[in-house]
């Protein structure tokens, strides 16, 4: 392309010429069908600056030419005036140039300078095309994607793929770039990596055009050329070649896999939509594509229906591609063949790319050869444009479908490339004459008066679900209207359905849990990705995916319960030995299924005045079992606040709010000024972090305090910590302690903690969510020596005495505290002069909405007493320890297993060592040992979750030097013997002997 200086008169009858309207005008000749791109910014050499017009090409003998905007339309700019205005007359004279590009100059944005390569690709001309409308009232404009460097919009997925490449790690100096594409892409493709200095291979087939051929090689890479016609699984598919040279590459090759590429379409939604909601000002109502990786239409048309939801995504598809099948025919992906070939490139599949979105398409128009060539043969002898052939069918279909649409419809397309690619074919009439297309140099892209006398459907198929935003109002409207009328919204028919299945879905659940519980179940069903369980799902007539609009299926209802059974994990199994919380007790759930029937929240009591109740009941208890050495004893309940609380890490943190309002009780109401520090041990748990994150506290001033070598905090170095933040200026105020931490079961020394606490005026609480359960315990009660000096102290029922999901308590020593640190004063729930004003809980809290979970513990404590938690306790630490015994035998006997953390709470960790590693000694162990002892845990769980058998958690701890190791946990002892943990080592052995 080449610049005319500013003297070179322009004249009105020159038939190539293009010329430049607007502010700052730019007149350039060029080879027909070439026109000056808006990003390709063209510098005065008098002034180094870039001249800003928009294109408008000479059409023949027209009396409304095609125009091309400018790319920097602003959203508030009217189309139809800009349209007016871009309609004036040419500039004719010297004078009126120079004036103009004088303006130009003046009103010059200041990064409007010379550019790169990679800043040439996008902001392409928006064309107006609408003389090709089969109604005048409705406009056509295509987008110029041809004017991009290498010649096509593959540009824009070629640096965005390679970038994302880059940037994630994937592609990385001297790897080499490998692209399997029908021809655009290899070009693009190939001048990325020309700009970014990597080696290419690109693999076409023998459809593609010499011209496209030649192109991808001029970069300088190679170029494999596939046989065509093949079928999409068969080895020598020009796909399947890519993906098998990257396999047998991996860590040199990188694969751009440009038809399931989720880069692909987003390049697209970042870049092409965008610029064609601010050229059209927001009018464009709809978008007219073809597809190949399916990426333009879908990214674009995700974009522009995000900005208006009533803008209409119409697919152009070749006749004989599979696209049609899959859309208008409900074909699946798996099912769909190709009808027949085709001679256009780069549009229409041979299969399903996973770029494509079939949710975004509301309609699709097919076209042939001829309808596509005809129209590139038309647009070149009347407006001087070669396009190629994608792009001949989406003016194609564009032109169809504006004789279906509204008045005042504006529909955009895209011109991909540009002819001088097919000069050899569409623009050949021998080539057309050799394939039976002579129609097609006729240059006639009409459609036909009647379609149906054409031996292709050259007509729009619509989803049947589009509506306009009126008619979803209107539907809205009466659907409110409705819903108003009558007694009931259900009719007495679907209200005893309901019942019904509510009725009969109790058995199967109690069904459910006795076959968890009895151990014979798989622990895990089936080990499945996201992936799989939506297929899984879908399989059974229960899509995962909640689809807008779906009918309702009130048969479903039995096949989504039980899949949703069928494929969890038996939390309840007496091998589910993975975290925390295991096993359902059949009274609390019990109390869990009737407090979700009363469905009462337990904020006032006037609305749940028994649940009210039974959680003080709770908190007295807890009280009596943290603050008295013997349950049962005599003396009166202490003084005590508390609340039921939506688990351990929330209790955790009204402990916080507690001691912050100690220290600073402004604060609640103009935040803190302080610099306040917490402390917590290494091994506590992340709520303690969480916690000061939330509370605006930091995350940097939860300070982690060393721990002994069974995991519990020194006091000692407690305190130097606490010396250190004062030293700095800041304001310790709170320590967490820990009683049975999640990995080794550690319990604090709340003594030496305490003293710490009370000579520097902290706050004290224990986070006994685990742990703590062993205060009901009179064999293991011990453990908690001390704890009664905390302020504060919170244990979780749902862990070690298996009650549903969630059951949390926190208690503290000081009356009213909770409700001075929370209170909100909501006038509509917590009037002081209504009946029972002093009882309600809701405003010691920070939640409004509260579930009764006080319900279930209230009621299994009733069937249990005191005896039955504490026996369970110590059935759930007496296993710990027999496992503890069976770990070091077999490491005495063939060192099959070591010790890596012994027995503390419910808790024991060890390694599991194969025979190749054997024998492994932690202490004096080799790097390189602990390093392949941290490989078998992962490997060893994965191979136990596809067997269904036993889960085990691991994890390493780096602090210990403890390489990954598995942490047993032994929530779960109601139904769990140490025949059965023995048993379960032995499978391990088997299963990982070969690891």
Same mark, same amino acid.
């Given at each position: 392309?080449?610049?005319?200086?500013?003297?070179?008169?322009?004249?009105?009858?020159?038939?190539?010429?293009?010329?430049?309207?607007?502010?700052?005008?730019?007149?350039?000749?060029?080879?027909?069908?070439?026109?000056?791109?808006?990003?390709?910014?063209?510098?005065?050499?008098?002034?180094?600056?870039?001249?800003?017009?928009?294109?408008?090409?000479?059409?023949?003998?027209?009396?409304?030419?095609?125009?091309?905007?400018?790319?920097?339309?602003?959203?508030?700019?009217?189309?139809?005036?800009?349209?007016?205005?871009?309609?004036?007359?040419?500039?004719?004279?010297?004078?009126?140039?120079?004036?103009?590009?004088?303006?130009?100059?003046?009103?010059?944005?200041?990064?409007?300078?010379?550019?790169?390569?990679?800043?040439?690709?996008?902001?392409?001309?928006?064309?107006?095309?609408?003389?090709?409308?089969?109604?005048?009232?409705?406009?056509?404009?295509?987008?110029?994607?041809?004017?991009?460097?290498?010649?096509?919009?593959?540009?824009?997925?070629?640096?965005?793929?390679?970038?994302?490449?880059?940037?994630?790690?994937?592609?990385?100096?001297?790897?080499?770039?490998?692209?399997?594409?029908?021809?655009?892409?290899?070009?693009?493709?190939?001048?990325?990596?020309?700009?970014?200095?990597?080696?290419?291979?690109?693999?076409?087939?023998?459809?593609?055009?010499?011209?496209?051929?030649?192109?991808?090689?001029?970069?300088?890479?190679?170029?494999?050329?596939?046989?065509?016609?093949?079928?999409?699984?068969?080895?020598?598919?020009?796909?399947?070649?890519?993906? #098998?040279?990257? &396999?047998? *590459?991996? =860590?040199?090759?990188? +694969?751009?896999?440009?038809?399931? /590429?989720?880069?692909? @379409?987003?390049?697209?939604?970042?870049?092409?939509?965008?610029?064609?909601?601010?050229?059209?000002?927001?009018?464009?109502?709809?978008?007219?594509?073809?597809?190949?990786?399916?990426?333009?239409?879908?990214?674009?048309?995700?974009?522009?229906?995000?900005?208006?939801?009533?803008?209409?995504?119409?697919?152009?598809?070749?006749?004989?591609?599979?696209?049609?099948?899959?859309?208008?025919?409900?074909?699946?992906?798996?099912?769909?063949?190709?009808?027949?070939?085709?001679?256009?490139?780069?549009?229409?599949?041979?299969?399903?790319?996973?770029?494509?979105?079939?949710?975004?398409?509301?309609?699709?128009?097919?076209?042939?050869?001829?309808?596509?060539?005809?129209?590139? #043969?038309?647009? &070149?002898? *009347?407006? =001087?444009?070669?396009? +190629?052939?994608?792009?001949?069918? /989406?003016?194609?279909? @564009?032109?169809?479908?504006?004789?279906?649409?509204?008045?005042?419809?504006?529909?955009?397309?895209?011109?991909?490339?540009?002819?001088?690619?097919?000069?050899?074919?569409?623009?050949?009439?021998?080539?057309?004459?050799?394939?039976?297309?002579?129609?097609?140099?006729?240059?006639?892209?009409?459609?036909?008066?009647?379609?149906?006398?054409?031996?292709?459907?050259?007509?729009?198929?619509?989803?049947?679900?589009?509506?306009?935003?009126?008619?979803?109002?209107?539907?809205?409207?009466?659907?409110?209207?409705?819903?108003?009328?009558?007694?009931?919204?259900?009719?007495?028919?679907?209200?005893?359905?309901?019942?019904?299945?509510?009725?009969?879905?109790?058995?199967?659940?109690?069904?459910?849990?006795?076959?968890?519980?009895?151990?014979?179940?798989?622990?895990?069903?089936?080990?499945?990705?996201?992936?799989?369980?939506?297929?899984?799902?879908?399989?059974?007539?229960?899509?995962?995916?909640?689809?807008?609009?779906?009918?309702?299926?009130?048969?479903?209802?039995?096949?989504?319960?039980?899949?949703?059974?069928?494929?969890?994990?038996?939390?309840?199994?007496?091998?589910?030995?993975?975290?925390?919380?295991?096993?359902?007790?059949?009274?609390?759930?019990?109390?869990?299924?009737?407090?979700?029937?009363?469905?009462?929240?337990?904020?006032?009591?006037?609305?749940?005045?028994?649940?009210?109740?039974?959680?003080?009941?709770?908190?007295?208890?807890?009280?009596?079992?943290?603050?008295?050495?013997?349950?049962?004893?005599?003396?009166?309940?202490?003084?005590?606040?508390?609340?039921?609380?939506?688990?351990?890490?929330?209790?955790?943190?009204?402990?916080?709010?507690?001691?912050?309002?100690?220290?600073?009780?402004?604060?609640?109401?103009?935040?803190?000024?302080?610099?306040?520090?917490?402390?917590?041990?290494?091994?506590?748990?992340?709520?303690?972090?969480?916690?000061?994150?939330?509370?605006?506290?930091?995350?940097?001033?939860?300070?982690?305090?060393?721990?002994?070598?069974?995991?519990?905090?020194?006091?000692?170095?407690?305190?130097?910590?606490?010396?250190?933040?004062?030293?700095?200026?800041?304001?310790?105020?709170?320590?967490?302690?820990?009683?049975?931490?999640?990995?080794?079961?550690?319990?604090?020394?709340?003594?030496?903690?305490?003293?710490?606490?009370?000579?520097?005026?902290?706050?004290?609480?224990?986070?006994?969510?685990?742990?703590?359960?062993?205060?009901?315990?009179?064999?293991?009660?011990?453990?908690?020596?001390?704890?009664?000096?905390?302020?504060?102290?919170?244990?979780?029922?749902?862990?070690?005495?298996?009650?549903?999901?969630?059951?949390?308590?926190?208690?503290?020593?000081?009356?009213?505290?909770?409700?001075?640190?929370?209170?909100?004063?909501?006038?509509?729930?917590?009037?002081?002069?209504?009946?029972?004003?002093?009882?309600?809980?809701?405003?010691?809290?920070?939640?409004?909405?509260?579930?009764?979970?006080?319900?279930?513990?209230?009621?299994?404590?009733?069937?249990?007493?005191?005896?039955?938690?504490?026996?369970?306790?110590?059935?759930?630490?007496?296993?710990?320890?027999?496992?503890?015994?069976?770990?070091?035998?077999?490491?005495?006997?063939?060192?099959?297993?070591?010790?890596?953390?012994?027995?503390?709470?419910?808790?024991?960790?060890?390694?599991?060592?194969?025979?190749?590693?054997?024998?492994?000694?932690?202490?004096?162990?080799?790097?390189?040992?602990?390093?392949?002892?941290?490989?078998?845990?992962?490997?060893?769980?994965?191979?136990?979750?596809?067997?269904?058998?036993?889960?085990?958690?691991?994890?390493?701890?780096?602090?210990?030097?403890?390489?990954?190791?598995?942490?047993?946990?032994?929530?779960?002892?109601?139904?769990?013997?140490?025949?059965?943990?023995?048993?379960?080592?032995?499978?391990?052995?088997?299963?990982?002997?070969?690891?």
């Amino acid at each position: 392309m080449q610049t005319i200086p500013a003297s070179t008169r322009v004249l009105s009858n020159q038939p190539r010429s293009i010329r430049m309207f607007g502010s700052g005008s730019q007149v350039a000749s060029g080879p027909a069908g070439v026109a000056l791109r808006r990003a390709a910014v063209i510098v005065d050499s008098r002034s180094r600056r870039g001249i800003r017009g928009r294109v408008v090409t000479r059409a023949a003998q027209r009396p409304e030419p095609p125009r091309a905007f400018s790319t920097d339309l602003s959203d508030n700019q009217n189309l139809e005036s800009l349209m007016e205005r871009e309609a004036q007359p040419a500039v004719q004279t010297e004078a009126d140039l120079k004036q103009k590009q004088a303006e130009a100059r003046a009103n010059q944005p200041d990064n409007n300078y010379p550019v790169t390569t990679g800043q040439l690709i996008g902001s392409t001309p928006l064309l107006d095309l609408s003389q090709y409308s089969l109604n005048e009232k409705v406009k056509i404009f295509a987008k110029c994607e041809y004017l991009n460097p290498s010649g096509s919009i593959k540009d824009r997925i070629a640096q965005h793929i390679i970038g994302q490449a880059e940037a994630s790690g994937e592609l990385k100096p001297g790897m080499t770039v490998v692209a399997a594409t029908s021809g655009n892409t290899g070009a693009a493709i190939a001048m990325a990596c020309a700009l970014r200095g990597y080696d290419y291979i690109v693999i076409t087939n023998e459809k593609t055009s010499k011209e496209k051929v030649d192109a991808m090689r001029a970069y300088g890479g190679e170029v494999i050329v596939s046989p065509s016609g093949v079928a999409p699984d068969h080895p020598d598919h020009y796909q399947n070649i890519e993906n #098998r040279l990257c &396999a047998e *590459n991996p =860590g040199t090759y990188y +694969g751009v896999d440009q038809y399931n /590429n989720p880069y692909n @379409a987003e390049a697209y939604e970042a870049t092409l939509g965008p610029e064609i909601w601010r050229q059209t000002s927001g009018d464009v109502t709809h978008f007219v594509a073809g597809g190949s990786t399916g990426g333009t239409v879908s990214g674009t048309g995700r974009y522009l229906k995000s900005e208006n939801a009533d803008v209409r995504v119409v697919m152009a598809d070749p006749k004989g591609s599979v696209f049609w099948d899959h859309v208008v025919k409900g074909v699946s992906a798996d099912d769909v063949c190709v009808s027949k070939s085709w001679e256009m490139e780069g549009v229409g599949k041979d299969s399903i790319p996973g770029c494509f979105d079939i949710n975004v398409i509301d309609g699709m128009v097919r076209g042939n050869d001829e309808d596509a060539f005809a129209m590139c #043969r038309e647009v &070149a002898a *009347n407006d =001087g444009l070669l396009l +190629g052939g994608s792009a001949g069918l /989406n003016l194609h279909a @564009a032109r169809v479908l504006s004789g279906e649409v509204d008045d005042g419809s504006v529909i955009v397309t895209v011109f991909p490339d540009n002819g001088v690619k097919y000069l050899s074919k569409i623009y050949n009439d021998s080539w057309l004459e050799s394939k039976g297309l002579e129609g097609a140099a006729e240059g006639n892209g009409a459609v036909s008066p009647d379609v149906d006398e054409k031996e292709h459907d050259s007509r729009i198929h619509w989803k049947p679900e589009i509506v306009t935003r009126q008619e979803q109002a209107a539907a809205a409207a009466a659907a409110a209207a409705a819903a108003v009328e009558g007694h009931h919204l259900l009719t007495e028919e679907q209200t005893e359905a309901e019942l019904k299945f509510l009725e009969d879905i109790a058995p199967k659940l109690v069904r459910y849990h006795r076959e968890s519980i009895g151990g014979a179940e798989r622990v895990h069903s089936r080990l499945q990705s996201p992936d799989d369980l939506a297929e899984t799902f879908a399989a059974a007539g229960v899509p995962l995916d909640l689809a807008d609009g779906a009918p309702v299926d009130e048969l479903a209802l039995d096949a989504a319960v039980q899949a949703v059974m069928d494929n969890s994990v038996r939390s309840s199994h007496p091998l589910f030995l993975n975290q925390l919380y295991s096993g359902v007790d059949p009274v609390a759930l019990a109390g869990d299924w009737l407090a979700s029937a009363l469905n009462a929240n337990v904020h006032t009591f006037e609305v749940a005045p028994v649940l009210t109740e039974i959680e003080k009941a709770v908190l007295a208890k807890t009280a009596r079992m943290w603050l008295q050495p013997t349950l049962g004893s005599a003396a009166q309940t202490p003084s005590h606040d508390g609340l039921i609380v939506p688990g351990g890490s929330l209790a955790n943190m009204y402990s916080l709010l507690l001691a912050r309002d100690r220290v600073d009780p402004d604060a609640r109401n103009r935040g803190t000024t302080m610099e306040l520090v917490a402390f917590c041990s290494e091994q506590s748990h992340y709520s303690f972090r969480k916690s000061a994150m939330v509370m605006g506290i930091g995350m940097d001033n939860m300070v982690k305090v060393k721990c002994d070598a069974d995991g519990a905090m020194i006091a000692e170095e407690l305190e130097k910590e606490v010396l250190a933040a004062k030293a700095r200026g800041a304001v310790p105020f709170y320590v967490g302690t820990t009683a049975g931490s999640t990995v080794l079961g550690a319990f604090d020394d709340y003594h030496g903690c305490a003293d710490v606490c009370k000579r520097h005026g902290l706050w004290m609480h224990v986070d006994g969510a685990w742990g703590g359960a062993a205060a009901l315990s009179p064999a293991r009660r011990s453990v908690l020596d001390g704890f009664e000096k905390a302020d504060s102290f919170c244990w979780n029922p749902h862990k070690m005495l298996g009650l549903p999901l969630q059951c949390s308590i926190f208690v503290t020593k000081q009356p009213g505290s909770l409700a001075k640190a929370n209170a909100a004063k909501a006038d509509y729930l917590f009037q002081p002069d209504k009946n029972n004003a002093g009882a309600d809980l809701g405003d010691r809290t920070i939640q409004c909405g509260r579930k009764a979970d006080a319900l279930k513990i209230w009621l299994s404590w009733k069937h249990r007493g005191d005896k039955g938690w504490s026996d369970m306790v110590d059935r759930s630490f007496g296993l710990a320890e027999e496992v503890e015994r069976m770990i070091l035998e077999r490491e005495n006997r063939d060192g099959s297993f070591v010790l890596a953390a012994h027995a503390q709470c419910a808790n024991v960790g060890f390694w599991y060592v194969p025979p190749r590693l054997r024998p492994f000694k932690h202490a004096g162990a080799s790097a390189n040992q602990l390093t392949e002892i941290g490989f078998v845990a992962p490997k060893l769980k994965d191979r136990m979750q596809r067997e269904g058998d036993a889960m085990i958690g691991f994890q390493p701890i780096d602090s210990m030097n403890l390489p990954n190791f598995f942490r047993l946990v032994l929530p779960n002892s109601r139904h769990l013997s140490k025949q059965m943990l023995s048993d379960m080592l032995d499978r391990m052995d088997e299963m990982g002997k070969n690891l």
